[in-house]
């Protein structure tokens, strides 16, 4: 069994000194912040820049950068400014573009030019439509090419008309007409120039009649075969005619391609591409043709279709890096789908919707590509599908444009498939700590593709150089910030509230959005004030003013505590009752809120009742609290006897649910009062946890929790008595505010750190606590003496009524076996 050494002594209410860790303005070797310089460094996150600098400079797959930490730490500021840095001395990255694929329109090509050269390459692509727009309309009206279209023509009604003529001599020749009727050509027997009716023929004799049908079926069937080559010729001239369109679209436009090709000569691609283009026009030469050119061969395209055929020569640029120095750094603040990757863009055309290569549209992956990528986690994984689509760019290594019903095969029409551009970013994921091991638990991916974390800390240590370099922090800030200077006080009293921040005298808070909103709202009270420099009363001011904001669920709780709404005594004592304290968290302000715990003991089998766990208001660490003071409980005072009670504890008028084990020792010290029946001054306060053996551990909110119940006594008039009991490992944790520190010098409230429930006990009922002998016996007017009788007592009780209860059984057990005989 352990036990502590020696006898037991309550503490002595704490120093003041040591409630709140001030600043010495004079030990700040500076008047205002105007003389300090910037910080050319990161406060305080030494581990977090060598993961950075370890993730960028690294050169191979997955690894990317995760950083994680509270929001308001600096990650987005520090990573940038470090990246910033390093890419500025970084090679530009190549642009790209997309053009069309005149084999496979449905597939477009992604064309890698130096930085710079996309833009000029889609103005001359469009220079050039803008030429051919006029060229070639201007060569299909220009006098030579009408005259040759025009022979091409003339000389396929030639062709025919010698033809026909050749059939209408035969005719002749024979007395038959060759006629033109509505329904076509036709052959008619001729008499004296004049062609017979159907009564004449019939007159004639019948060898005549004979030799005219004859003659009229011989005369058919020679032009049925002239007719049928009349397609052909037409083909012919039409192929005619489609070569003449292609010699002068070549004179139109060759001279304007060579000269393109020659700007480009040094980039092979775009000369091959240059090629194609052309091809392409001289192929399609009849899509550029004045509508009223050649009607009879030849019809020329809508002006829609020309609109698309011109279309297609246009280049869509992706990335054009031109005006970029070193490798771009992109944040996208709203990482959907396709706003990462990219997307396909549709407009409507006779009703449908259609799509070409020129509405493709980049994603924050294109624009960083060869660069850095920033991206919200939390941003990121809130949108459907983009997290999946994300990972696989990065494990490819390449970005594939598709849409969503195309990904999820949810739809079967026809779109586009851009071709693949190859894909090297670094990426940088900003999330808090739990989005980070939920990812590594849960995303098999995640290990492979994120495998540098830069870990941002919330607090450095108050150390005499952590002083200096965070008042260069603060006068760096006020500088960026265009803020007044703050003198050395101000700045003291800065650092001392970053230090209540971070919840502990030894250590300064580092989220440095508190810190810049505290430097602007001191800066608007010297504005107020018409101050040229920041003062200590402005930095409280804006302090207050903060607090002010927030706490009205505070004073409302207050107000509800000094009315008698709820129950909490200041003064007096009571056996079984005792005030506990917790911390309420909004948003970013927390507070202390006194709570009335009691217990009650009776005879039972040994069982302490935890009645927020029996009605599910306890969360599992109270319930934990509950079960370590019974096993303190056991082994001090069950060695020798059973412990024959059952006993109950609960917060008093608590409605919402309880957890934490902060008032584990509270508890302990009411089912110690209960049980020595030793009441408990109402004038103090207690937090702090307890182990089985004793000992009193650390909390959280130590200064929240003192301030709570500081509040309440203030606010019903300080006695002298009045005080909060806290875990001695706590006291290196307390920054009071000011009003209860010069309570306590006053000696109007005091703060005591306890070591062990021994002395916290001794201090709540001024009762000594006992120290066991070496029989385990405890001194005579003790606490622990009277706990120990009390379950002697109870075991003797019920030793006899288990004695009762077995006499009575085997009374009954007789008086059956009597029953049975007779």
Known sequence: ????????????????????????????????????????????????????????????????????????????????????QRAAGEQTPSDWCYINNFADPQKP??????????????????RLVEELKVAIPAVFESEDYRSRSRLIEEELKE?????????????NERSIALVRTPAGLALAPVREGSVLGPKEFNALPEEEQQRFKADIEALQEELQETLRQFPRWEREAREQLRQLNREVTQYAVGHLIDELKKRYEDLPAVPAYLDEVQADVVDKAHQFMPRPSMPMLVAGGSEEDAAAAYRAYEVNVMVDNGGLEGAPLI??????????????????????????????????????????????????????????????????????????????????????EPQAIPLDVKIVLFGDRMLYYLLCAYDPDFDALFKVPADFDDRTERSESGVEMFARQIATMARREK??????????????????????????????????????????????????????????????????????IRERLQEEITRGT????????????????????LNSFAFGRPSRITARVRLGRGEVVDIERRVELGGPLHSKGVLIL??????????????????????????????????????????????????IKQSLAVTGSVNQYGQVQAIGGVNEKIEGFFDICKARGLSGDQGVLIPASNVKHLMLRQDVVEACARGEFQVYAVETIDQGIELLTGVPAGEADGEGNYPPETINHRVAARLDAFAAAARKYAVAARQASEEAEDEDEKGDAA
């Open 566 to 585: 709820v129950l909490i005594d200041t003064e007096g004592a009571r056996a079984g009752q005792i005030n506990g304290l917790a911390v309420l968290q």
């Open 159 to 171: 062709r025919q008309e010698q033809a026909f003529q050749g059939v209408e001599q035969k005719a």
């Open 630 to 679: 019974s096993g303190y409980l056991g082994a001090k005072f069950g060695q020798h006897r059973p412990l024959s009670l059952a006993a109950s504890l609960v917060f008093e008028q608590s409605y919402s649910g309880v957890d934490g084990d902060s008032a584990s020792s509270t508890e302990l010290y009411a089912l110690l009062s209960a049980l020595a029946d030793a009441p």
């Open 1 to 84: 069994m352990h036990r502590a050494q020696g006898p037991v002594t309550a503490p002595d209410p704490l120093a003041t000194e040591v409630l709140y860790r001030r600043c010495d303005p004079a030990g700040l070797p500076f008047a205002t912040t105007d003389e300090l310089k910037d910080l050319d460094q990161v406060l305080g996150q030494d581990r977090a820049i060598e993961a950075v600098r370890f993730g960028a400079g690294i050169k191979r797959d997955g690894y990317n950068l995760f950083a994680l930490g509270p929001a308001g730490t600096g990650r987005h500021s520090v990573i940038g400014e470090f990246l910033r």
């Open 483 to 552: 803020l007044r200077p703050l003198d050395r006080d101000a700045v003291g009293r800065v650092i001392e509230h970053m230090s209540r921040m971070a919840g502990d005298a030894e250590r300064l808070s580092i989220h440095l959005r508190s810190l810049a909103d505290l430097l602007r709202e001191a800066d608007y009270w010297a504005t107020e004030k018409g101050d040229d420099v920041i003062k200590a009363g402005h930095v409280q001011t804006a302090i207050d003013a903060q607090i002010h904001r927030a706490d009205r």
């Open 109 to 126: 090509r992604a064309l890698q030019l130096p930085a710079g050269r996309a833009r000029p390459l889609r103005q001359d692509m469009s």
């Open 331 to 416: 944040y996208e603040d709203h990482p959907t789908l396709a706003n990462l990757i990219g997307r396909i863009e549709h407009i409507s055309r006779m009703g449908a919707l259609v799509t070409d290569f020129t509405l493709i549209r980049p994603g924050a992956l294109h624009r960083a590509n060869g660069g850095y990528l920033f991206v919200d986690v939390r941003k990121l994984l809130i949108q459907p599908f983009a997290w999946e689509e994300f990972k696989r760019m990065l494990r490819s290594r390449e970005i594939r444009i598709e849409s969503l019903g195309q990904a999820l095969s949810l739809i079967s029409t026809v779109s586009l």
